[in-house]
Structures are given as structure tokens and as C-alpha cells.
């Protein structure tokens, strides 16, 4: 047994700190992790709707969901199927579809994506403290080894990694800023989860500093995409920018993105709101301790809360309409560790927060040789 007490991952305790009345009711969480169990297959694997679209982001923050609703062992069903359908380089398919009849999983898209391979280190740290219990981080490490050999092979010497690989096996030309802040987070994650099996990791320890380094100081080396909120607070949210730098970026674009009384825009252009978005913000918020705006965002965003629990994935208000037409997974997922987060949980304080994670931003800028260079030419 590792639990949260015995491995100092327990993280800043927040329970009775403003924001967490706003957090769903025990009822209305168990409604929640209802609607997401409902749609998960006897595999195991989490579909973004009943007949929609498997992707292993989204099927990650899913299965988080069901962990912060008791759910454990459908958590760790969904977990045990990314191992059954990993491809032999530690990558996973951008998208699969299984058929709830017969399980015959068949691909949608065969590219193979760096940030959603990466994302199982934080849906299982965030499991194993949830349960107090690393059995399953036992089974899974060698799946979690081979998904970031995968990952970091798209490192750049920058410490940028390359969004993806195309069905080919050819590198992309671009790094995303919104996956490489996932992906510092999940590197992150994964060096916690090393420390609970006493097993060190200088690689992942040397790639996470040089990408948190590239996120907090090279926005040059990622393409342009500033009309999506998550470019915005994701490098925030990742844990590559804190204090009065974290603040300072979300005050820059919290008119541009945040829709007073409704939550937050998924691109700055459009006239609708998402909640997943809007749950990750309050995630980010309270990593930071702004407890109050987090909770005004939790709450605003409840318009998009069906009666059987599940949620809308946004809402186009111009027409006064929801878009699209289905109940997300990993709309409800976000929505669940937004709760918990609020209500002062310590496991996913502890893997959101990121107070006790490795590598922080204040160790990412002696790993730059460009940094450095500049620094011995002043």
C-alpha cells in the first residue's frame, strides 16, 4: 500500500476553504460517475457518448471521473484496457470505436499523438492515490515506461515535443502548446509515480525541466494558436507557470475568453462555451488559490448539468442552444475533478495543485543551453 499519507503526495489541504460550497452534493456527484459508468463498455474503454468516438485523452479523464466518484474498480477497467490496445512503440491510436455488441474494436484515425500517450501518468497517479493502493501501478508501469519512450522520442533539443506521428511514422513539423503543457504535467506525474516504486528516472526528470523551461520561456518554439483558451491557461494548469507569472497570464486573457454568468469560450472568436474547459479553469484556479473565481466558474458552468446528471458538452448562447447534442464522458470527468479539486480532495489536490510534484518551474531554466549561453555573453 502507497497512500497519499505514506508518500508525501498528499498536497495542500483545502476542505473549508471558500469554493468548497460550491462543490456538487454527494448525491449529484454519484449521478455524475452514474452517467459516465453508463456509457463505459464491458472492455473497459470509455466512449465520448454510448456509440461515439474512444480517444485515450478523454478516456483518462473519464476514467479520473469515475475514481472521484467511488467507482474504483470501472476506474481501473479503463485503465487495464489502454494496456490491452497499446501498439508495440508505447503509443495509442488517436481514435478507436468498439462495438458494444460484440467488442470488435475497430480504428478511426491512426495517428499516433504524444500528449494523449503521456496522459495516462496523471489518470494513474491520481488513481493510485484516489484508492491509497499501487496495485495497479504495478501492472500498468511497464505500459506507462513504454507510452513515454514514445513521447520523449518527439523531444526536441529545445525541449518542445513534436505533437505527434502520422500513421506513417513520420514526426510532425510543429509542437502545440496546450499538449506540451499537458505532457510537462504528465512527466511531472510520472516522476511522482517513480518515487513510489523507488525507481529513478533522470530521463523524464531532464525532459521535464527542458520542456517546462520552453513552455515558461520560448513561446517561439510552438505554433501560433492564442484563439483557444486552453493556450491560455493550460500552461498554467500544467504547472509550468506559477505565482505572479501564472496570475499575471490569466488576468491577460480573462476578458478575452471567460463569458460572465457562463463559463469559458472553447476558441476566443466563437460564441459558445464549454465545460470542460470552464472545469479546467477552476482546476487552475484553485492550483493557485484563487478559490473564489473558481467557484463562481463551477457554478455558472451548472447550466450545462442534465437531470440525469450527465453534461452538456457547451452551449451556443446567441441561439440559446446546446452544442453538440450529446452528454460528453470527459465533459462530465472534468466536471468531477473540478468537485473535487473545490471540495478540497486530496488526491486530486495533489495531482492538480502539484504543490509535491517533481520538477518545478524554478528547475526548468538551468536545463536551457540557449539560456545559458545568453547568460555567459551578458
Known sequence: MSGPQQTGMSGPQQTGMSG?????????????????AAAQLPTGAIPWFPGGQIDPWDHVEAAMGLDVAGRHEAARAAYRWLRTVQNADGSWYR???????????????????ANFTAYLAVGLLHHTLSTEDDSLLDELWPTLVSALDFVLALQ?????????????????????????????????????LSRLRDEAQPDWELAAALLGHAIAAHPER??????????????????ALRGAAALARLDEGWTTFVVPGL???????????????????????????????????????????????????????????????????????????????????????????????PVTPDQTAAACEDCSIREATR
Open 20 to 36: 468548497a460550497g460550491a462543490a456538487l452534493t454527494r448525491d449529484d456527484l454519484a449521478a455524475t460517475g452514474a452517467t459516465i
Open 95 to 113: 481514435g478507436y470505436r468498439e462495438s458494444a455488441v460484440d467488442g470488435r474494436l475497430t480504428v478511426d484515425d491512426y495517428v499516433t499523438e
Open 156 to 192: 526536441r533539443p529545445g525541449g518542445e515535443i513534436l505533437w505527434a506521428r502520422s500513421p506513417d511514422g513520420k514526426p510532425a513539423n510543429e509542437a502545440l502548446l496546450t499538449g506540451c503543457a499537458s505532457m510537462f504535467h504528465s512527466l511531472r506525474c510520472a516522476l511522482a
Open 222 to 239: 510552438f505554433s501560433p494558436r492564442e484563439r483557444y483558451s486552453m493556450d491560455w491557461y493550460y500552461p498554467v494548469l500544467g504547472g
Open 263 to 357: 463559463g469559458v469560450r472553447c476558441v476566443s472568436d466563437h460564441p459558445w462555451v464549454t465545460g470542460a474547459e470552464t472545469c479546467e479553469l477552476v482546476l487552475t484556479l484553485c492550483a493557485l488559490g484563487d478559490h473564489d473565481r473558481a467557484a463562481a466558474l463551477f457554478t455558472d458552468i451548472q447550466h450545462l448539468r442534465h437531470a440525469d446528471g450527465g453534461y452538456w458538452t457547451g452551449y451556443v448562447y446567441p441561439d440559446d442552444a446546446y452544442w453538440p447534442v450529446e452528454q460528453t464522458t470527459w465533459t462530465a470527468g472534468a466536471v468531477l475533478l473540478a468537485s473535487a479539486m473545490l471540495a478540497g480532495d486530496p488526491a486530486t489536490t495533489a495531482v492538480f495543485g502539484g504543490a509535491d510534484l
